[in-house]
């Protein structure tokens, strides 16, 4: 939310630097992120000064220029080289010397130079006033008046404002301080602990009136819980023109364009008060009447934005005898709204369901300026206050009469809160005791009333503009906001317990594999759980009847609860890629969410994914592609890790992968890991491998707790290798070997590894080699030659007859 200071000083006379003022708002909770400057004209004008045209002749080698001499009050005139069809001697003209920085109207900025043009120098530039920020007109120079003296700064001749913006990180439950006058009302509270007691001035409305009934406007709320306080006035005679200088610099110092007096004076009353406003053309009300109700579901209309939207049947509208004009408190149509030609407006203000705006406007995919202050909840008792200062402000800029009675339907009025304040508990949240008087002093500048005072504590009245201050913990953060968070004194003792946690508990665990991964060269990524319900299209094994929908979600991209961390995974790679970070090794752990018939479930996991080269390219090393074999390592070092390596090795059987398997233990799934296939990868607009690894995180967790880790001693005897190099068919596999090798000799054989495969040149048709290592060990005496040579002729006989194999 943006703040400016000297709409702020329209509220309260401060004289502080921005800076301090800034401090003082971030202590008192409304954070200030950044204070920008602001001139109205940027650059200020600064070097450029009046000069007075001496003489002026036709430029010899171009015909549409002129060549000029120019006093700008130095020693001597200069030339300057002009376009403009209407320089004439004699006339007193802005002139940017050179170095003077000028500005194009999208903010960018070109500095004045020497210069030759079409052959004759040029020492600066006679001005138009769109060069200057001073206007739209680029049809010549600007002419000005002949009394200015020669080299006065034009700074000095035209107004320009200079201001400062504050950018408040205004958190979601101060809807009170949505508006430079809440902001005021605050500052004014933190003045007074700084004893400095300064008036809060707010705008006078007494010289409203009704000048005639001429137009009047029925109005008929059918859904008053939606609309709980309803206002509005007619003004006819109105004349619909560019806003004066002074408006529009405000709204430009908070960032918002101006329209057109109509529209600029709602959009002020907004950010002055904190009260959207709308203002439709009265003509446009088709049978004089305005109907504050819902329509039925899938009813078409079109908002300002010129995009046709279908209603919901709970989205609240502003209505005429015949036809929607508004989505209540979230943005206009564009048939009822101000145009050039209209004379005559009905103006609105109210107060809308809070709930009720959030959800239309969360529905729609809209956040206008009206809506993030109605669903936050406004002030109900300023909406009569506000139109009558809106309507004053439009007969100020653009003249008419009031010509009907304010409409103000408020059948149930929103009630003060009453609370109960405790002085015992103030001083047991707080920390330390706040004097008294000091507590009631700060909560009557915050307008909050002290019915009663006790011993024991304060009966107040909280106004129904401050929503989140209904409980007594309430009432005391507003006392130590405003009191100060630095003057509580830190106590020199501080106490804490120590609690006992298991070694299996989640985060523990999650924290040895996350370490682990991240070694390897992982990056942990977080992704966000909602997703879109349309990637279930991409895997049979998700159902579109499983999703679980959102309420009121955020976009149509954010509809779902995630049944998959692959897809969201996949957006990370994707992003990544488009970016030139081809080389990616990620892992996420998330849930995912199911809704199984009448119950909703959801699962823990682990996501691994890899991507392209395994390292970064280094001169003394080649590159290596990430693998299937890579990830089943990274796979086996997690399980390995976990006490987990018994598993079983079978294919998996998810569409999501092109080739893949499954480890399991037992009838309990650890991991489905692969390739993730292509059709889907194409959907991400990912042309590169990418494999994929899916951890059931929550059976992981259970067998680990489970699971006996045994431990023995390091053998004191040393282990001998052998080396087979076997010749065998193409259709014979590593899981072949190793399993014939496991049989053979199942006491001393620790470990068999297959360290190099080749087929191509000297080798038969149809065959492959084999190069095998075996580990043997005897753990009570070291073996002799004897006994390796008996058992390695066993496994090559074994070999021999069973898979047809051949020593090399």
């Known amino acids: 939310m943006k703040i400016s200071y000297n709409w702020l000083k329209q509220f309260i006379k401060i004289d502080w630097a921005p800076e301090k003022a800034g401090e003082l708002l971030t202590d008192l909770g409304l ?65 940017a010397t050179i170095g003077t920085t000028l500005y194009t109207e999208e903010g960018e900025g070109w500095k004045i130079k020497k210069g030759k043009i079409r052959g004759e120098e040029s020492f600066g530039m006679i001005c138009a006033e769109d060069e200057l920020g001073l206007g739209k007109s680029h049809e010549g120079i600007m002419v000005l008046d002949q009394g200015l003296k020669v080299g006065t700064s034009c700074a000095d001749i035209f107004d320009i404002e200079n201001d400062h913006v504050f950018e408040i990180g205004l958190t979601p439950n101060r809807a009170d301080a949505m508006g430079h006058l809440g902001t005021a009302r605050d500052l004014k509270a933190g003045l007074l602990q700084k004893e400095l007691n300064l008036e809060l001035i707010t705008p006078s409305v007494s010289s409203f009136h009704v000048e005639n009934r001429t137009l009047k406007i029925d109005v008929d709320v059918i859904n008053k819980d939606l609309a709980p306080r309803y206002c509005g006035v007619a003004i006819s005679g109105i004349k619909v023109s560019d806003s004066p200088t002074w408006l529009q610099n405000r709204l430009k110092a908070i960032g918002l364009s101006p329209i057109n007096n109509i529209v600029d004076a709602t959009n002020y009353v907004l950010h002055d008060l904190g009260q959207p406003l709308h203002a439709f053309d009265a003509v446009k009300i088709a049978g004089s009447k305005v109907e504050v109700k819902t329509l039925k579901k899938g009813t078409k209309f079109i908002t300002l934005d010129g995009v046709e939207r279908e209603l919901h049947e709970d989205d609240l509208m502003i209505c005429d005898a015949e036809k929607p004009m508004c989505i209540a408190g979230v943005f206009g149509g564009i048939h009822s709204g101000v145009t050039e030609s209209t004379t005559s407006i009905f ?154 946690t298991s070694r299996f508990d989640d985060h523990r665990i999650q924290n040895v594999v996350g370490n682990q991964l991240v070694s390897q060269g992982f990056y942990e990524i977080m992704a966000n759980s909602l997703t879109t319900a349309k990637y279930v299209e991409l895997s049979k094994q998700l159902k579109e009847e499983h999703n679980i929908s959102m309420l009121n979600p955020l976009s149509g991209d954010l509809g779902v609860m995630r049944q998959s961390l692959l897809f969201s995974g996949l957006e990370a790679v994707s992003y990544n890629i488009n970016r030139k970070q081809d080389d990616l090794k990620l892992f996420e752990f998330g849930k995912t969410y199911h809704q199984y018939n009448e119950t909703r479930e959801e699962f823990k996991h682990l996501s691994v994914f890899v991507t392209g080269n395994r390292s970064q390219e280094r001169w ?84 680990a707790k489970h699971n006996k880790v045994k431990f023995k001693d390091i053998p004191k005897y040393p282990a001998v290798r052998r080396d087979f190099a076997l ?67 066993k496994l090559q006989t074994n070999f021999e007859k069973q898979l047809g194999a051949e020593l090399r």
């Open 347 to 500: 103006l609105e203000s109210a107060y809308f369901n809070p709930v009720s705006i959030r959800k239309s406007a969360k529905r729609h995919g809209l956040n206008t300026d009206a809506s993030f202050r109605f669903e936050r909840g406004i002030d109900p008792n300023i909406t009569e206050y506000a139109l009558k200062r809106a309507a004053l402000l439009i007969q100020e800029l653009a003249g008419g009469e009031i010509t009907s009675d304010i409409v103000d339907i408020y059948p149930n009025k929103i009630e003060d809160f009453q609370v109960r304040l405790s002085f015992d508990k103030a001083k047991k949240l707080i920390g330390e005791e706040i004097p008294r008087e000091t507590i009631k002093s700060i909560l009557t500048s915050l307008e909050i009333k002290v019915n009663n005072v006790t011993e024991t504590g304060l009966g107040l009245t909280v106004p129904a503009y401050r929503n989140d201050v209904q409980r007594e913990a309430d009432v005391i953060e507003e006392v130590l906001r405003v009191y100060g968070y630095n003057n509580i004194k830190t106590t020199e003792k501080l106490n804490a317990s120590i609690s006992s």
């Open 620 to 703: 003394t090393s080649s590159i290596q592609k990430s693998d299937f074999f890579f990830l089943k390592g990274t796979i086996s070092s997690i399980l390995d890790r976990l006490g987990l390596s018994r598993y079983k090795v079978s294919p998996v059987k998810n569409d999501v992968f092109s080739e893949g398997v499954s480890l399991s233990l037992g009838k309990n799934k650890l991991v489905d890991f692969g390739l993730v296939n292509k059709k889907i990868l194409k959907h991400f607009g990912i042309s590169q491998n990418v494999l994929f690894a899916d951890f059931n995180w929550d059976t992981i967790l259970d067998i």
């Open 31 to 95: 954070e200030v992120e950044g204070i920008e400057s602001y001139q109205s004209i940027k650059g200020g004008l600064e070097g450029v000064v009046v000069g007075e045209v001496l003489t002026c002749i036709k430029h010899p080698n171009a015909d549409k220029l002129k060549v000029t001499t120019v006093n700008i009050g130095e020693d001597a005139p200069v030339q300057i080289v002009c376009g403009a069809p209407n320089v004439a001697v004699g006339q007193k003209v802005p002139v």
């Open 727 to 793: 010749l065998l068919d193409e259709t014979v596999s590593f899981e072949d070997i190793d399993k014939i090798a496991s049989q053979t000799e199942k006491q001393l054989l620790k470990d068999v590894d297959l360290f190099d495969v080749y087929q191509g040149k000297n080798l038969p048709k149809g065959k492959k080699s084999y190069a095998v290592s075996f580990t043997l060990q005897d753990e009570n005496k070291t073996l002799t030659d004897k006994q390796i040579d008996k058992i390695m002729k």
